[in-house]
């Protein structure tokens, strides 16, 4: 089979005025940036507000594994053959970060026959939203440490919030010392690097419905605290306006095109562990005006992106989810039962019979969302016929539907089965049930998570989490919703549990803070946010010819 | 009279596409971003062989002052003035940097009634190339320490010479410790940020003529010496290509208006002290092919900018340009005469005689690179009728042709005079004669701008430039043209030598290397490569509403 770039550069793309043509919308609401990408304007969901919501479908996944998944490579086989079946359909999809592009893990604009094109510049700068939040953020740092150089608004230098943030995998950021070099250059303090997409500017861009929601979330973004303990917020910076205008273009939607030439939205792209894990709302909310099937997913496995999305963005913005597709594959799930990575390709029906339960419990998981779940096996060429059928029998045993996803390598053909079932399950009017309530209390809402999604048997919170508590509940931040952050390498909140663990003791090792974004974090474990770069990066790999043809993205 | 951005939002932009038309580029060769921007690709420049170039004029002025000179909206009413007058011209400029935009200095995109466009966006992120050249910049930087760290290529990490970059005003990153943290983090060593501006990449992209130019030049960089002392370049780290992908769209001119629809490209900002301080040569050359009369800036006051671009940037891409414009200001002339910045409004004819000698010495130096001098006097409303006189006069003694910009009150209007003035000088056939050759020994390069430029005495070196020189020669590069890094407060090393100094001693105090960009720095002074912001920074001034209307932007 070819590469991914090469599948996509053998590709004929339709210019992107065509398919906004075919969307109606107008030519005042996008600006082109180059012939296949347009950004449309989210204003532009204003004059739409007399139509119907489409049906919304979330792609979600078992617990990862290094074997791969191929969420996103299903999410577009799913929403082209959706369009195949003659019904509309746009998907949404997260934006590629830079640093890990040249870092180890390529892109992240779907494989094979399911991509979002252009794909090159989907997974380099593309329309320059990151770049907007990298500016943005690293615009608080600096006004923090000046108003620190000046001495204004009392600020304790030693309890900065706010790190800083570049779009590159570079551990030696990770831990620094600032200000050094004398007076002129401020004071000297502890700080760090996290990678943008950690940034919670990051997720407030893409939790904000319009220019207004930004700066208002902008400006409840807690920085700091002053030498009194009290929170200082970037409305005392006075900067929300400066932050906003910096992020004008990134709010708006980036309108680019299936390897099918159907229309996807591909915008924005916040962690699931330390954030919410799903595309900007702007997208999704258009997406949804503008055609009857968005399909969208979430981040890492069900427990971290599925959880966020239906108990905390749904909620948020009175979303009226559908259907849940699951996505697992043989290979990941015969890790999960204990086979090495090496051995993969190899039929084995043991080790992946071991490796079930993981599927198990995302199932059941998903189920309490009450709404339809489809589990979609993605197919890689290794898959024996005996280890599909063995999947397909468990699966319809626990009564849930399921489909082989085939669309890696097949395209829309490949999905066909999966979006009929997919279109059935929409037809049922379900209602999305969430885990907790806004109204709990903060250990409530934790205790139902851990129980219901995590399987723990109890919760204990350390001595930092339990002095963190007590500075959310002052100053009344402990009514916010709950993001967890955990591992994503298990539905517990140890890397090394795998399969489907039950019964342990889950630890709350502090909170912080996203005043912003609008949630408070749990942090059950030590969550990277600034990656570092393989021994042999994939950067050495990438080249261009004369011409601009790039070679060794992917 | 209205503020700039009062002016830009009033005026009436045409569509770039029409444009991009009436400049006959066909629509393959450009690609849209948004409606008034347009990435004109550089490999149109292989389909205009065919084509003489136009009129090249350079717009530089005299010593800079905190009253400022104007020399964006000289150069842009010149350009809008020689359309005026029925002949073709496009103004090539450099895009502003948000680091400064966000700080005190505000935009770069001329003023008045003199203004390119759409200013919010050539002053905020506009096509991203500075972005891009911070992302290729901090890969440098982070492939340098992961080799580090996993012990390739022997590098000494206490001779790492490629700091970080960011697009941001940030004191607090000159002097920092990065690798803190243990084991995972790589190795503690000292580390600084500079402003992206300062980039030796900045300087490659603008004097890069195609994709295989560029990732040659990137190849070349020197980012440390290994253990042995030795040179370890790009070409070492093997990402030469990765650099060149992320800056294939950068290189592309940014094709944008003037507030009266004339053809402008705004592309690139390398610094005219540590760089050499002109746009990206890609848009001077296509604009030379475009046009018949093509006026463009170099930074800072002749000393620096002109100097470069005449004994470096010419040379290099056997440009031939035709005149100079030397741009004065009244109030900065009272300013060199000893007059207060508080003061610089009140009719002075004293300070201002005083402070004729810079005009002087510009006008002088000028002289030598024996094109055409034509001193444009940008016209303030305070100036008062006796002083315009005194200067007019005074210039006109000197053998030179003097004209009253009024371009920024005015439009191309008032510029119609200067416009004149600077085709009749085109007309003569002027052959650039610069100051030293690219043959001469380093010392004699220095030799020659100390004494017909800066107009010191004499030359001395500190033992670190006497030590650099050596590791210069020893690996071959002292053959490369010199730029000169000093003070832009005075033709001379020592920015409180205000006027004319002369018979001084020039100090030498290091020497760098930009290998890439093609070029020795000579460093003459400190030079500061990250500014800090301002207690009460612009940024509080910005704001947008939710229609997307800026404030404060200027």
Redesign the interface.
């Known amino acids: 089979m070819l590469t991914d770039i090469e599948i996509a550069r053998s590709a004929k793309m339709r210019k992107i005025v065509s398919i906004a043509n075919e969307l109606d919308i107008p030519e005042e609401y996008y600006?082109?940036?180059?012939?296949y990408i347009a950004?449309v304007s989210h204003?532009y969901l204003n004059e739409l507000d007399f139509k119907k919501d489409g049906k919304l479908i979330m792609v979600t996944a078992i617990t990862p594994t290094p074997a791969g998944e191929g969420k996103t490579t299903t999410s577009i086989g799913l929403s082209m053959a959706i369009n195949k079946l003659q019904k509309n359909s746009i998907v949404t999809l997260r934006e590629p970060s830079?640093g890990p592009v040249?870092g180890i893990k390529g892109g992240a604009a779907g494989g094979g026959y399911a991509q979002v094109l252009p794909m090159e510049d989907i997974n380099?700068?593309f329309t320059?939203d990151i770049?907007?939040v990298?500016?943005a953020h690293?615009?608080i740092?600096?006004?923090v440490?000046?108003y620190i150089?000046?001495d204004?608004l009392n600020i304790d230098s030693t309890r900065v919030l706010w790190p800083?943030a570049?779009?590159?995998?570079?551990?030696?950021?990770?831990?620094?010392?600032?200000?050094?070099?004398g007076k002129?250059?401020?004071y000297p303090r502890e700080?760090s690097f996290v990678i943008t997409t950690a940034s919670e500017i990051m997720a407030i861009l893409c939790l904000s419905k319009?220019?207004?929601d930004l700066?208002e979330r902008l400006s409840r973004i807690v920085v700091a605290r002053n030498k009194e303990g009290d929170p200082i917020t970037v409305k005392d910076l006075?900067?929300s306006?400066?932050l906003?205008?910096?992020l004008?273009?990134a709010i708006n939607p980036n309108l680019v095109q299936t390897i099918e030439n159907t229309p996807a939205f591909v915008h924005g792209g916040p962690f699931a562990n330390i954030a919410h894990g799903t595309n900007a709302i702007t997208s999704t909310k258009l997406a949804l005006k503008l055609s009857d099937y968005v399909v969208t997913e979430s981040g890492f496995g069900s427990d971290l992106g599925a959880e966020k999305f239906y108990d905390f963005v749904c909620p948020t913005f009175g979303l009226h989810p559908s259907a849940t597709v699951l996505v697992a594959t043989i290979r990941a799930l015969k890790y999960h039962g204990g086979q090495s990575k090496s051995a993969l390709s190899i039929p084995d029906l043991d080790s992946l019979k071991k490796g079930l339960p993981n599927l198990q419990v995302h199932i059941e998981n998903l189920k309490k969302f009450n709404l339809p779940v489809i589990v979609a096996i993605n197919k890689f060429e290794t898959d024996s016929q005996e280890e599909i059928k063995l999947v397909l029998d468990f699966v319809k045993d626990l009564g849930v539907e399921c489909s082989v996803n085939e669309s890696y390598e097949k395209g829309s053909e490949g999905a066909v089965d999966l979006a009929e079932k997919v279109i059935k399950s929409c037809e049922k009017d379900s209602e999305l049930k969430t885990i907790y309530n806004f109204e709990d209390e903060l250990e409530i809402k934790i205790d139902k998570l851990v129980k219901n999604i995590y399987r723990a048997g109890r919760v204990e919170y350390t001595s930092e989490a339990i002095q963190s508590m007590k500075f959310l509940k002052k100053y009344g931040y402990d009514k916010l919703p709950i993001i967890m952050a955990k591992t994503q390498y298990s539905i517990s909140d140890d890397p090394h549990k795998l399969g489907f663990p039950k019964d342990y003791t889950f630890t709350i090792r502090d909170f912080e803070l996203s005043a912003g974004a609008g949630f408070i974090v749990g942090l059950a474990g030590d969550m990277l946010r600034m990656p570092?770069?393989?021994?042999v990066?994939n950067?050495?790999n990438?080249?261009?010819?004369?011409?601009?043809n790039?070679i060794?993205?992917y």
């Not at 600006?31 to 012939?35: E, Y």
């Open positions: 600006n082109l940036h180059g012939k950004k204003q830079l040249m380099l700068h320059g770049h907007a990298t500016t690293n615009l740092s600096a006004i440490d000046t150089k000046y204004k800083r570049m779009d590159m995998n570079d551990r030696s950021l990770r831990d620094i010392v600032v200000g050094l070099g002129n250059n401020g700080d319009d220019l207004e700066k006075e900067i306006g400066a906003a205008v910096l004008k273009d570092g770069l393989s021994k990066p950067a050495v990438i080249d261009i010819d004369k011409n601009g790039i060794g993205l």
